[in-house]
């Protein structure tokens, strides 16, 4: 199950649309921002349900 997500990038502070993959279960992986090009850590929670996601910068 795909789900679009707007996140805001915690480097430049701009709003970057992803994809996220929601039939994976929790997931903590690192993808570059669109705008800045920087490491976005992204860590996923989901239940199967609901999902939350929190993006951290990598060197946090």
Do not use: H, K, N
């Not at 795909?2 to 480097?11: A, D, F, G, S």
């Not at 929790?26 to 349900?49: N, S």
């Amino acid at each position: 199950m795909l789900e679009m997500q707007v996140y805001q990038c915690p480097y430049c502070g701009e709003p970057v649309e992803t994809t996220l993959d929601l039939s994976g279960g929790d997931q903590r992986y690192i993808e570059d921002c669109a705008v800045c090009c920087r490491p976005v850590v992204f860590d996923l929670r989901t239940d199967g349900i609901e999902w939350q996601l929190e993006t951290f910068r990598e060197d946090d």
